[in-house]
């Protein structure tokens, strides 16, 4: 592992560790749980290729949690390189109630009622204890039973009973999950176990939260005014209600999740596909990282190799040009987590690699906004391909400069310098992106010469290299980027300095 000093002169500056960036430009997002949260298998999850940590809220307990996001923090100390930490809050969980003497057997057209009544119950009916869906349903609405494997069809509706016909039959046990895809369900997206888990989540000081059962933009709303700005927000599309607003709520969230799992119990799997591909590229055009997420290697949950299907389903996912990619239980609670992630680091290399990757990325068209920041970021990505620039440097205090380059999917490494820690590690989502936590800049000059250094420190240039810097001038105000300077590197800047 080389190490560099930081920035400054070699006489009394501090030796820091530091890793080069990774040689792909899609972000590798890995679940933590059993198999995985203790510090040893974060650090190997890290050197396989994960770029960012999900941690799952529907699992464990705070002192859990709070000891994986330390672990996490630790191993950006050792590293040099910003830790990112995602918290996914679990939501509102919709479970029928219990049964008298076990699992019953539903018989395909027979007659069921869910009520409001708590007696376990039997063959004919069960508990529903979530009195806002007696409001919300009407009849021809369907109730999706256990992810799916039961389907009930509702006849009619009172104040107290559900009267359903059974469209797809099967065994129905205790507390099996509902999942109600035809109407937009009277619940806030935040339960109270949610509010506990997000003002812990803000106390450990994580980067990301990200946000299930969105319906609509004002559960966005709820949930961005809690953080506080403390987090940035990343949605999860996984009810059709929200993709049916699907534009009104990125203008609102940081980020996208397309959810696949749950898309595809409250949608045919046949839906989901092109759903998926709209998310990916409605969150592109709006400048929005966006994540795709389930079942993306799940036979890695027991095998150490994965099937063909699921490496072409990783690599059209990279094609479309999603931000980041997830892995859920193949890295919390499979036998081969570690095996999971090179995986998906090899594909991603194998597509990166590929001639034709980068005319594909750009047919999804991006259009920049009316402002000078868009229209650098455009411009930039016009001249790397006109003078085969070597990287482009971003210089930037809350990453927007950072998000409007990687919209553009330059052919280039994006090298971003930023004087927070926190902007740094929020942007271990984004494309393309290798964020280093540095001292602010004060002048042009200054700009150039820093940016020519941390160049050759970490790897993104050498003698000869052209590199396009962007910045912006008042140096250190938010939103001014109006600064596009192309460098040329001479290989000796680093003299005087270690």
Not at 70 to 94: H, Y
Not at 295 to 319: G, H
Not at 369 to 389: C, H, R, Y
Not at 397 to 403: E, K, V
Request: glycine share 8%; net charge neutral; hydrophobic share 45%.
């Amino acid at each position: 592992m080389p190490t560099h000093r930081n920035g400054n002169q070699a006489s009394g500056a501090t030796v820091v560790h530091t890793l080069p960036p990774r040689q792909r430009k899609v972000r590798i997002l890995a679940t933590l749980g059993p198999a995985s949260a203790n510090p040893e298998m974060i650090a190997a999850l890290h050197r396989a290729g994960a770029d960012a940590f999900r941690v799952n809220m529907s699992h464990g307990d705070h002192a859990g949690h709070a000891k994986v996001i330390a672990a996490i923090r630790a191993l950006e100390k050792a590293t040099g390189r910003p830790s990112t930490i995602l918290v996914d809050l679990q939501g509102p969980k919709l479970r029928v109630g219990t049964f008298a003497d076990g699992p019953a057997e539903l018989v395909t057209g027979q007659a069921f009622v869910l009520d409001t009544d708590p007696v376990p119950g039997d063959a004919q009916r069960v508990h529903l204890p979530h009195p806002e869906l007696f409001a919300a349903l009407e009849p021809g609405t369907r109730l999706l039973i256990d992810d799916g494997k039961l389907v009930l069809r509702v006849k009619s509706v009172t104040s107290d009973c559900i009267a359903t016909i059974v469209e797809v039959g099967g065994r129905i046990s205790d507390r099996k999950g509902v999942n109600v895809p035809d109407v937009v369900v009277p619940l806030a997206a935040l339960t109270e176990k949610d509010r506990r888990d997000l003002s812990f989540a803000l106390e450990q000081h994580v980067d990301w939260i990200a946000l299930s059962f969105v319906q609509r933009p004002e559960d966005v709303a709820e949930a961005r005014r809690l953080i506080g700005g403390k987090a940035a927000l990343l949605v999860k599309f996984e009810k059709p209600a929200g993709v049916a607003r699907l534009e009104e709520i990125l203008e609102i969230a940081d980020a996208a999740m397309v959810a696949r799992g749950d898309l595809g119990v409250e949608l045919p799997p046949e839906a989901v596909p092109p759903l998926q591909k709209r998310i990916v590229a409605t969150a592109r055009r709006l400048g929005k990282p966006v994540v795709v997420a389930t079942q993306m290697l799940e036979s890695m949950i027991v095998s150490p190799t994965p099937t063909r299907a699921e490496v072409s389903d990783v690599a059209t996912a990279i094609y479309d040009g999603a931000d980041a990619i997830m892995l859920s239980a193949e890295t919390a609670a499979g036998a081969w987590p570690v095996e999971a992630v090179t995986m998906m680091d090899s594909i991603a290399r194998s597509v990166e690699g590929d001639p034709d990757y980068y005319r594909r990325l750009h047919f999804t068209e991006t259009f920049p906004d009316a402002t000078t920041a868009d229209a650098l970021a455009e411009a930039a990505g016009g001249i790397i391909a006109t003078i085969a620039a070597d990287a482009i440097i971003c210089f930037t205090a809350s990453g927007s400069t950072a998000r409007r380059v990687a919209r553009e999917r330059p052919g280039a490494p994006l090298l971003i310098l930023t004087p927070k820690r926190e902007a740094a590690r929020r942007l271990g989502l984004l494309w393309g992106a290798h964020a280093v936590p540095t001292k602010d800049i004060g002048s042009f000059e200054e700009m150039i010469a820093k940016g020519k250094r941390m160049a050759l420190r970490h790897g993104v240039g050498q003698a000869g290299a052209k590199l396009v810097m962007m910045a912006g001038v008042p140096f250190g105000t938010p939103g001014s980027t109006n600064v596009l300077h192309v460098a040329t590197l001479t290989g000796d800047e680093l003299k005087g300095y270690a």
